[in-house]
């Protein structure tokens, strides 16, 4: 499972095993492979990761595939076969790292779970993430981010008061799951260094979200406060909210620091605000907050957002307008630091991607090599392990394992 290119960042020589499929396992992989680890990714014949087939398509595969599957090599495997799972247990034998998203049970289904995995390869770390995780009462149901959100107590926040909770665009429950996944993944690699031995990690969907919710159970243990939707405001923290401008637009201000409130008080020309005794900690704006955004409000209503901002800037108080994607790859931050990448696709257009997060001075993390084709990898990966090409070919006759797409 040695990539083909020199392995680089500070992962490099780490062997991954992927076994997931759309986002939480392919997201926790792909950040593992954007820090110089071996991600061999399996894929089933035919459709391969339903992701590929996902939004906006270029060319038959969605331009998302070339961000989720980066310094990934695929190979195409059918689970159902006895055969693939052998071919499953000898990568997994020689295997850092497993990554599965699949529901709880599936792998045990396959003859592949973790227990079996673990006493061919007692230094194997696997990460499992499901929507509910492998125990509890609700294991067995199917669990997607959407639900995960709801279920974390996020969508009973997000909405204007009185009006329908609504989702982020995007699956933030995924990401959440899959970064506290590379979170474990680096806590078990630490921890086998001293004993030798590898463990499995449990994330769930709903757990990754719920742990992102501050303190919203502890003040409903202390005070029995539900905290509910409060639309671009920040419940409890006083000022901060999206206030409209002028032009049409909307400026994000958050004066809720103490001497950035008599800042922003000062540059409203509200000093009799600035000066008020009762404003002078957060308790006291709390209880008057909608005095505040009012007097914000009134000052933003009368200049653009363009004026809003960077009055806002010169008097150090943070603010910022909402941005589009059109913003963003237009933005010199972004490009300044990194974040607008350009590859070239295999068809030669140029493709503008995320850049690598987090930024690491000495060892950084880098793209060496575009989302592959589906099985592009299959039969180098299989030779690795020591099957012939007359042992691969008979393999593809039968349908076990695929090649690379046309």
């Known amino acids: 499972m040695t990539a083909g290119s020199e392995a680089r960042g500070p992962l490099a020589g780490l062997k991954v095993l992927e076994m997931g499929q759309l986002i939480a396992g392919p997201f926790a992989a792909k950040t593992l492979g954007d820090f110089g680890a071996e991600v061999v990714k399996i894929e089933p014949p035919g459709a391969g990761d339903p992701l590929r087939?996902?939004?906006?398509?270029?060319?038959?595969?969605?331009?998302?595939?070339?961000?989720?599957?980066?310094?990934?090599?695929?190979?195409?495997l059918d689970l159902r076969d006895s055969e693939a799972q052998a071919i499953v247990r000898r990568l997994a034998a020689e295997s850092d790292v497993l990554i599965e998203n699949f529901r709880p049970g599936a792998l045990e289904g396959w003859g592949l779970g973790p227990e079996a995995l673990l006493e061919a390869n007692p230094r194997l770390i696997?990460?499992?993430?499901?929507?509910?995780?492998?125990?509890?009462?609700?294991?067995?149901?199917?669990?997607?981010?959407?639900?995960?959100?709801?279920?974390?107590?996020?969508?009973?926040?997000?909405?204007?008061?009185?009006?329908?909770?609504?989702?982020?665009?995007?699956?933030?429950g995924d990401t959440l799951a899959a970064l506290h996944g590379v979170i474990g993944i680096l806590m078990a690699l630490q921890e086998r260094q001293r004993s030798g031995r590898g463990q499995v990690i449990d994330v769930a969907l709903y757990e990754a979200v719920f742990n992102c919710m501050e303190?919203?159970?502890?003040?409903?243990?202390?005070?029995?406060?539900?905290?509910?939707?409060?639309?671009?405001?920040?419940?409890?923290?006083?000022?901060?909210?999206?206030?409209?401008?002028?032009?049409?637009?909307?400026?994000?201000?958050?004066?809720?620091?103490?001497?950035?409130?008599?800042?922003?008080?000062?540059?409203?020309?509200?000093?009799?605000?600035?000066?008020?005794?009762?404003?002078?900690?957060?308790?006291?704006?709390?209880?008057?907050?909608?005095?505040?955004?009012?007097?914000?409000?009134?000052?933003?209503?009368?200049?653009?957002?363009?004026?809003?901002?960077a009055r806002l800037d010169a008097a150090s108080v943070p603010a910022g307008r909402i941005y589009s994607v059109a913003d963003i790859a237009a933005d010199?931050?972004?490009?300044?630091?990194?974040?607008?990448?350009?590859?070239?696709?295999?068809?030669?257009?140029?493709?503008?991607?995320?850049?690598?997060?987090?930024?690491?001075?000495?060892?950084?993390?880098?793209?060496?090599?575009?989302?592959?084709?589906?099985?592009?990898?299959?039969?180098?990966?299989?030779?690795?392990?020591?099957?012939?090409?007359?042992?691969?070919?008979?393999?593809?006759?039968?349908?076990?394992?695929?090649?690379?797409?046309?």
Request: a positive charge; one cysteine or more.
């Open 215 to 309: 303190s919203l159970l502890p003040e409903y243990s202390a005070f029995g406060a539900v905290r509910g939707a409060a639309g671009s405001a920040l419940p409890g923290i006083a000022p901060s909210n999206a206030y409209l401008c002028g032009d049409g637009g909307y400026a994000l201000i958050a004066g809720n620091g103490d001497s950035i409130f008599r800042r922003l008080m000062a540059t409203i020309e509200r000093p009799d605000l600035a000066a008020d005794p009762a404003l002078a900690d957060n308790a006291g704006r709390v209880a008057r907050v909608a005095e505040l955004d009012a007097a914000i409000g009134a000052w933003t209503a009368q200049r653009d957002v363009a004026e809003v901002l």
């Open 53 to 76: 087939k996902w939004r906006l398509l270029k060319d038959g595969t969605s331009v998302w595939w070339q961000v989720q599957s980066r310094n990934k090599r695929s190979i195409a």
């Open 332 to 406: 010199p931050h972004y490009l300044a630091r990194g974040m607008l990448q350009t590859i070239a696709m295999g068809d030669g257009d140029a493709l503008q991607v995320p850049g690598i997060v987090p930024k690491l001075s000495r060892t950084p993390g880098a793209q060496r090599r575009n989302a592959p084709r589906l099985g592009q990898d299959t039969d180098a990966v299989l030779a690795e392990i020591g099957l012939t090409p007359a042992q691969i070919a008979e393999l593809k006759r039968r349908g076990v394992v695929a090649g690379s797409e046309a």
């Open 126 to 172: 696997v990460l499992r993430v499901s929507g509910y995780g492998q125990t509890g009462p609700y294991r067995d149901r199917p669990g997607f981010g959407v639900v995960a959100e709801a279920m974390g107590g996020l969508r009973h926040l997000t909405a204007e008061p009185g009006r329908v909770p609504v989702r982020v665009g995007i699956s933030l």
